[in-house]
């Protein structure tokens, strides 16, 4: 056999991949100046985390001795904490925790960071009744409380590092802690927490006392709050799809951070913020608004069948300023339900934190839907009063349904003259139009009467949307097989997760579908009778029968992890509408005297039309002049 030779094409070409190689390599290789700069910031971030673990090095030997204090350990301390060495040396540098309660809340907060570490509402159960957990919205360091201390000695300590001294006083009824982080005997940062009975709102200062000479001043203080919502409701992705960052700015604007991954707001002269997890919510409010704050929120339900513990992590930033170098920020926590009642009770705003839609959606929930249910659902059951209730509703509706639907039958029985008409002016559109517009003006038929309506409709239905999944008086209450209207009424659980679906079957929007795919049924022929089909325009009968299928398709999928309560509304709504679109086609409406009197209107002189009408036809009589005239020409 005869051996292959490379031939010079092979050599060049090896020649110049090798080449290739070597510069692609080389110019992947960092710049000099980008290596210097990296380095530099490691050797920073390095530097820093050494001091803040030589501060926590320097409490926590303190904390394990708690002996009284002498000169060589406070100038030992001196060298890390500086003046604020003196908080180190108290016998309340240790980790200890102080709890006040009423008959709604339990509250601890810890001597080091003086911060609220357990907020647990014990009246609440977790996912379910019977459950024997209560929420607890503050557990287990899902919580951070900070302020960054830049003292004159160029020092930069984190408040929720350092030891707070504790003191418990009662004033009638009203427990009051201060926890003081001390630079010296009347030299102090204070936070003080005053809980009344009843209530779940704590008011809570942040103040400082002769710390002017101790801090540096010219810059206002760093607050940072951090939360990691805990989960507590049965269908975590309906949970976390309701939880996200409230906040009031500027002159009483309510705002929220949106939903997904490193969503971010800044805003000015901000008077609260509100971690809103569904029903229940976390807010800080100030009598004294912040000049800024930079509000983050992120997404921890990536899958919902692994990120189970976690709705979403909020954390906001905002400066403290000093005011004669000294800060004093009277403020509110409030740790309760995400109840419209409740919140609303205090007049802060911080009822807008519940979204009952803007406009006038807003106002049906405001001004009927919540009234009106709330003083149901105090006198019977709240299954038995969201029934009496869209009964209610569909009755004061009703007017409305008949007149839609005297609309259709009228446009019906005018159909077979249209249909004429558009077969005679087959070839002039504009002409076709214009007979048809005499002959609704001849018969007193008004074509967008059917429409006006189901317009007037569309503003309650929506409100519906907005009010039940906020209803938190339908929380962990039961009606038939739902043993939370607030959530979905699971009648089976699936051995598998269907996209979009879930993993459990809900009855109430299965019945809720059924019911709509006989409502329209029963509608869908007389809309598309009324309803003739024009020229150029899409055919609205076969777009009616699929609708006839997607409508119901679409409530299993999307309201399966729904609430029952709103699932339920739309069954019983959907049903009602059924009995008396039945009631009026059958006992009401009579096409045959309905066709009598348009026959009788035709007769009669043509009533004045409108301003519309008459602009209408005058649009329509230029257009057909100006046709004939290019006609001729």
Known sequence: MEE?????????????????????????????????????????????????????????????????????????????????AYSATLPSAKESFTTIENELVKITIANKGGFITEATLKNQERFKKGSQQLVSLIKDNNSDFNISLLTQDNRTLQTKDLFFEPTVTKVGDNQIVSMRLKAGANEYL??????????????????????????NTSKPLDLEWKLKGIRNEKGIAYENRYSEIYFEYEDKKIDYVGQGQNKEENANKVSFVAYKQHFFSTILLTKTPF???????????????????????????????????????????????????????YDRDI????????????????????????????YIAYGIAIIIFTIIIKIAMSPITYKSFLSQAKMKVLRPEITELGEKFKKDPMKKQQETMKLYNKAGVNPMAGCIPALIQIPFMYASFQFFPSAFELRQKSFLWADDLSSFDQVAKLPFHIPLYGDHISLFPILAAIAIFFYMKMTSGDQQMAAPQQEGMPDMAKIMKIMIYVSPIMMLIFFNSYGAGLSLYNFISNLITIGIMFVIKSYIVDPEKIHAQIQENKLKEPKKQGKFQQKLQKMMEEAEAQKAQQKKK
């Not at 006038?360 to 709330?374: E, K, S």
């Open 4 to 84: 292959k030779k490379l031939d010079l094409n092979s050599i060049i070409g090896f020649v110049l991949i090798v080449g290739i190689l070597i510069w692609i390599m080389y110019q992947k290789q960092p710049d000099e100046k980008q290596v210097a700069a990296e380095k530099a910031k490691k050797e920073l971030v390095q530097k820093q985390q050494a001091e803040i673990q030589k501060v926590k090095t320097a409490i926590a030997a303190v904390a394990k001795d708690t002996t009284a204090a002498d000169s060589t350990q406070l100038s030992a301390l001196k060298a890390t904490l500086g003046n604020f």
């Open 190 to 215: 204070e936070y003080k927490y005053v809980l009344k009975p009843n209530d779940y709102m704590i008011d809570f200062d942040v103040r400082s006392q002769g710390l002017n000479k101790v801090l």
């Open 291 to 345: 000049q800024n704050a930079k509000l983050h929120s992120d997404n921890l339900v990536v899958d919902e069948k692994k990120d189970t513990l976690f709705t979403k992590q909020f954390k906001a930033n905002m400066p403290l300023a000093f005011n004669n170098g000294e800060v004093d920020y009277k403020m509110n926590w409030y740790i309760g339900p995400t109840d419209y009642a409740t919140l609303k009770s």
């Open 351 to 378: 009822n807008k934190i519940i979204s009952l839609g803007w406009g006038i959606f807003g106002w049906i929930n405001m001004f009927i839907f919540i009234p009106l249910f709330g003083f149901l659902s105090s």
